[in-house]
Nanobody, 121 residues
Framework: VQLVESGGGLVQAGGSLRLSCAASGGIYSSSVVGWFRQAPGKEREFLALIRWSRESTLYADSVKDRFTISRDNRKNTWYLQMNSLKPEDTAVYYC???????????????WGQGTQVTVSS
């Protein structure tokens, strides 16, 4: 299974970006997909997850009113819509796939390559 991310870039504070993660296969009804990020000098941080078979989502408190996770089952792709971006959102963003409804990075087996998001003030 390969995960390919796209959509990162440079945006001003208050702006929006949408990240995409396309999977080459291996997405099943039991799969859970999500997004994490890692800022320089910090640990990887959970952001959001969604079950592949149901509209069941979970968000980190730091983003739940600004970010939205969604998926397109036909395209094997999931998204992270990020609104009202802040400079502290600057990080490398990773998509991930696992089989557990979990916020722990260690429960995710497959990872994207990461995409840089930079928010200027």
């Amino acid at each position: 299974v390969q995960l390919v991310e796209s959509g990162g870039g440079l945006v001003q504070a208050g702006g929006s970006l949408r990240l995409s993660c396309a999977a080459s296969g291996g997405i099943y009804s039991s799969s859970v997909v999500g997004w994490f990020r890692q800022a320089p000098g910090k640990e990887r941080e959970f952001l959001a997850l969604i079950r592949w078979s149901r509209e069941s989502t979970l968000y980190a408190d730091s983003v739940k009113d600004r970010f939205t996770i969604s998926r397109d089952n036909r395209k094997n792709t999931w998204y992270l819509q990020m609104n009202s971006l802040k400079p502290e959102d600057t990080a490398v963003y990773y998509c991930a796939k696992g089989s557990q409804y979990s916020t722990r990075q260690y429960d995710y087996v497959f990872w994207g390559q990461g995409t840089q998001v930079t928010v200027s003030s």
